[in-house]
């Protein structure tokens, strides 16, 4: 079946201006999560839906970021008025249930280049 | 401060051989721990898992090993094979948190 799609795979922008991240989870899974890959670091968790529960959004960096999931099955990560340091892998992740014990399937990603 | 440490950054191995890679965490609150594999250009594929009730889990050439004293576990790998080159993440979660934490990687790499 289908796996974690994400789109788009690479995307270049200024200093400053507004990025939208899309995900489709693996149809079926509740649980979706957001992270991010910088240069030479581990994954950093950003943020987390569970069904039609409030996200958890305790790894969100700052304010400039934000996500939302419709419907429970796409989500769109955006980040406003990016910064440099915001260059990094952006990961996004499904689960058939949340909880410490679901294995996780992972999208490709989408490589973010801030100019 | 991390609470999932992979020490070595990155471990050569030669094929047939046994690679072994380590994690170490400091959170007592961590039950479940699990090894991604990732190659470049790609998100990382899961490999095998452990809860904290058991100390060893296997999966054919892998196996994991926990040593909750310790705070410690490693992924083995025998035989190496040279598609098994590439960077591999520890990752572990507890309680009712959904999100897992990751070890910053550690590249294998498998020489014929």
């Known amino acids: 079946g289908a796996g974690v799609s994400q789109s788009p795979s690479n995307k270049v922008t200024e200093k400053g201006k507004d990025v939208e991240l899309r995900c489709d989870p693996i149809s079926g899974h509740t649980a979706l999560y957001w992270y991010r890959q910088s240069l030479g670091q581990g994954l950093e968790f950003l943020i987390y839906f569970q069904g039609n529960s409030a996200p958890d959004k305790s790894g969100l960096p700052s304010d400039r970021f934000s996500a939302e999931r419709t419907g429970g099955s796409v989500s769109t990560l955006t980040i406003q008025r990016t910064q440099q340091e915001d260059s990094a892998v952006y990961l996004c992740a499904s689960s058939s249930s949340g909880g410490s014990s679901y294995e996780q399937y992972f999208g490709p990603g989408t490589r973010l280049t801030v100019t | ?112």
């Not at chain 2, 609150?29 to 490999?47: H, R, S, V």
């Not at chain 2, 960077?87 to 590249?107: E, H, M, P, R, W």
């Open chain 2, 1 to 112: 401060d991390q609470q999932v440490k992979q020490n070595s950054p990155s471990l050569s191995v030669q094929e047939g051989r046994i690679s072994i890679l380590n994690c170490d965490y400091t959170n007592s609150m961590f039950d479940y721990f699990l090894w991604y594999k990732k190659y470049p250009a790609e998100g990382p594929t899961f490999l095998i898992s452990i809860s904290s009730i058991k100390d060893k889990n296997e999966d054919g050439r892998f196996t994991v090993f926990l040593n909750k004293s310790a705070k410690h576990l490693s992924l083995h790998i025998v035989p190496s094979q040279p598609g098994d080159s590439a960077v591999y993440f520890c990752a572990a979660s507890g309680g009712s948190q959904g999100n897992l934490i990751f070890g910053k990687g550690t590249k294998l790499s498998v020489k014929p």
